[in-house]
C-alpha cells in the first residue's frame, strides 16, 4: 500500500518525524540509509507498526510517496567540514525513483547552498525532472531534542523554505499535518541558516560559559552560585551550564561552506570547548596529587558515559576522550551507566561497576560526566572516597565541582 511520507535515513533526526508523523495519522515508510545511531524499543516499533509506520528496503517504495523528507546523518569530515556522502547517497536513490508532484524536504544539518547546489543537481540527474517546475524541493532544519518531553515536534515551530513560493507552501502544507506552528523562511539558503544560527549558538554560549568554569576556578570564585545569580535577570541572559565536553548530533560549523567566509568566533568555541576534556583530567590528576595519590595506578570510577542526560546515545560524547586520557596517565578506568550495559575504548572493553556504592567506595576518584536521574548524588558524595562534579548536580560543598 503506498505510503504518504517516505523518511530517508532512521537515525537520530529521522527517527523523531517518523515517530510524529505516525503520531499525527500519516502512513509512513522508513528507509535506512545506512548504519545509522538510534534505535526503536520493541514497544516503540510496536505502536509505530500498528499507526502505518512500515520500514523498507526497496527504493521502489519511494516513487509511491507525496512527501520525501531525507534525514541522512553529516558527520564532520577529515577537513572539518560536513560529510555529506550519505545525503548524496539518499538522494541518488531517491532521485531514481522520484515521480512528478513530489515534495522533496531537506532536514539533514548543511552548510548554506547545499540544497540547491548540491542537492537540487543530483535529484534533477537521476530523475530527469525539473525542481520547482515537476517536484518541490524545500530545505527545514530539524529541531531535535532528545529526551525533552516539553518540546515535541508537535510542539516546536518548523521552519520552511523553498525553491520557489509554490515549493515553500507544498513543504509547509506538509508540516501543518505535524506541527502547530509553521514559519516560511525567505527561501531555502535563510532556512538552512537558521540551523547554522541554531547550531553555532548552542556551541558559542557552552565554549563561555566552559571557559568561565576555568576561570573561576582559577580565581577561587563558586561558578555554580554565580550563574544561580545571573538567571534571575529577566532580560538579556539565557542560562547554559559548564561540562566535560560538547556531545551529541549538532556539528557546529566555522565556515559558510568548504571555501566560504570563516566564523572565527565559532572556531575559538570549538577549541574551547574541545579543550574541557582535557582539562577534566587535569582538575582529575591535581585531586588525586592533593590527596597523596598519583593518577598512576589510581582507581577512577566514571560515572554516566553518554553524551545526554537519561539517553543511551553515545554520540560525541566526552567520556570516550576522558577515558583515554586516563588510561594514558596510568589510571585503572571503571564505569557505570544504567544506559550503557558494556562499553569499550579502543577496541578494549572498560569494566563496568556493578554495584554502583560499591564501586564508588572502592574507586580513589569518581567522577561524575553525565547527571542520570536515577544518580543518588546525595549519597554518592558519602560513598565516594573523593567526587569530582562536572555537572554541579552535588550539592554545595559535597563534592569538588568543575
Known sequence: MPADLAV???????????????????????YRTGPEPGSLSPAELRRMLAGGFRPATNPAELGRVRTAVICAPTPRDADGGLDLTQVEAAARTLGAQLRPHTTVILESPVHPGATEE???PLLEETSGLRAGRDFHLAYSP?????????????????????????CTES?????????????RARGLREAETVQLLETNFRHVNMALVNEMAVLCH??????????????????????????????????????????????????????????????VVQRAAALLNEHGKSARGARVLLLGVTYKAD????????????AIRL????????????????????????????????????????????????????????KAQLLLDTRGATPTGAAHRL
Not at 156 to 163: A, H, S
Not at 223 to 243: H, N, S, Y
Not at 366 to 377: A, E, F, K, P
Request: proline share 9%; hydrophobic share 40%.
Open 327 to 382: 588510561m594514558e596517565l596510568g589510571a585503572a578506568v571503571s564505569y557505570h551507566d544504567p544506559h550503557v550495559p558494556s562499553w569499550s575504548i579502543l577496541d578494549r572493553p572498560v569494566p563496568r561497576a556493578d554495584s554502583l556504592y560499591e564501586a564508588a567506595a572502592d574507586a580513589d576518584l569518581t567522577i561524575l560526566l553525565q547527571q542520570h536521574r536515577t544518580y543518588d548524588l546525595q549519597g554518592l558524595s558519602v
Open 218 to 279: 582559577d580565581l577561587g570564585v563558586d561558578l555554580w552560585d554565580v550563574i544561580r545569580c545571573a538567571e534571575t535577570k529577566p532580560f538579556g541572559f539565557q542560562t547554559f551550564r559548564p561540562g566535560p565536553g560538547v556531545g551529541g548530533h549538532s556539528v557546529p560549523l566555522d565556515r559558510t561552506g568548504r571555501t566560504g567566509t570563516p566564523l572565527r568566533m565559532v572556531e575559538l568555541a570549538q577549541q574551547v570547548n574541545s579543550r574541557m576534556p582535557r582539562y
Open 118 to 120: 548540491f542537492l537540487r
Open 8 to 30: 530517508i535515513g532512521l537515525g537520530p533526526l529521522g527517527l523523531p518525524l517518523a515517530q510524529a508523523a505516525v503520531a499525527a495519522g500519516i502512513t509512513t515508510l522508513g
Open 171 to 183: 513543504a509547509a502544507t506538509f508540516y501543518g499535518r505535524l506541527t502547530d506552528k509553521v514559519v
Open 311 to 322: 539517553l543511551a546515545d553515545q554520540t560525541g560524547t566526552p567520556a570516550r576522550e576522558i
Open 142 to 166: 530539524s529541531r531535535v531534542d532528545p529526551g525533552n518531553r516539553a518540546f515535541t515536534p508537535a510542539t516546536t515551530p518548523k521552519v520552511i523554505g523553498g525553491l520557489t513560493p509554490a
